[in-house]
DNA sequence: AATACGGGGTG
DNA sequence: CACCCAGTATT
């Protein structure tokens, strides 16, 4: 059942929103204020699931390295990847780089100015083209990411889910009824900026609210339980046994291609498994692939399994770092990179853990 | 409609 | 450990 909501109510909230904005708290970001597009687009794709704090190194050096949207799209794709790295979801990095090309190429560098055209760009969905078109062209459409979902459901006492399509396009028609229409842009950042700063996601900060008075969630003692949220996500684990194949100081490497994660990053010759294997398990496995060549290769390290955590993946991963005797045949995209020019290439976190561990610690 | 996609911060 | 972050694309 849903919480009738006071016309009243809706109308104040713009107004008191930007008076909040106005005189306090507002976080300072070196893309507020920005009105070039080639710069919030950015900023947004980089921001999307990604913490503020987390993002805005990678910013810096994005804007650093590629001041403009030319520079970006005649980057070599290893260079931007290698940028990206550590950062995760590398599908954004990937359409960043087919976006940039396309606005060059078919648009002559010029970013689309309409919110359906740059709802049709890769990467860009209903949050970033609002962002966007609202921050650069005070285009009247309204954000709806996680600090809209939260400060919403909270104020209004929304008990809709916000993970369905339904309570999705119930948020954003709410979303776009609270909007001012005619400062559309310091609006959305001052949502954002409301819910990241004051209506957090725990231990909000309640006693210095302006909406405390009026917000269903603090009246109702249901502040846990706004915004609902239904699905679980479950984990699925998978274990990663690596050879790391060292032929004369030079590492055998490919990039990931296909379907599964870490699209675009590099690692080692992987076997992966529904158990952790024995190391010899994996020497074995690789003899009978042909990748070992018996009496070819003397086993110099094995790391203590290492975790990493996914959204939706715990991965074990094995390493054992061999040295080979003969030169290996490079099958597949395989590549041998000289030790010292691994961190010219992106690795998932997992790798770069692993070749902190096997190369530098063992000095 | 459901699921996959990273890595990090927080209580 | 659980939750969530200035979401999007694919199935």
Known sequence: MEVKIDKNNKLKFAPALLKWHLSENKR?????????????WLSEIILQQTRVEQGLNYY?????????INQLAGADDGRVFKLWEGLGYYSRCKNLLLTARYIVKERSGKFPETYD???????????????????AFNLPYAV??????????????????????????????LADELLDKK?????????MDFGAVICKPVSPLCQECIFRKKCYAYQHNKINELPVKLKIITVKKRVFNYLVLDYKNEILVHERLGKDIWQHLYEFCLFETKKLLKPEEVTNLALEK?????????????????????SHQLITGQFIYIHL?????????????????????????????????????KK
């Open 117 to 135: 055209e740059m709802l049709q760009l890769k990467g860009i969905g209903t949050y970033t083209a609002a962002a966007i078109s609202s921050f």
């Open 60 to 68: 810096k050096n994005f804007i650093n390295t590629f001041p403009d």
């Open 144 to 173: 709806v990411d996680g600090n809209v979902f939260r400060v919403i459901a909270r104020v209004f006492g929304i008990s809709k889910p916000i993970d369905t399509a339904e309570g999705k396009r119930f948020f954003t028609e």
């Open 290 to 310: 042909k990748i070992l060549k018996a009496g070819k290769y003397v086993v110099i390290t094995k790391l203590t399994p290492l975790k990493q955590l996914l």
């Open 183 to 191: 400062k559309p842009g310091i609006y959305n950042q001052a949502l």
């Open 28 to 40: 300072q970001m070196p893309w507020k204020g920005e009105k070039d597009p080639y710069k919030i």
């Open 325 to 361: 005797t003969t030169k290996p045949v490079l099958k597949e995209n395989y590549i041998l990179v000289r030790r010292e020019q691994l961190k010219n290439y992106p690795f998932p976190k997992l790798i770069n853990n692993a070749i902190k561990e096997i190369f530098v610690e």
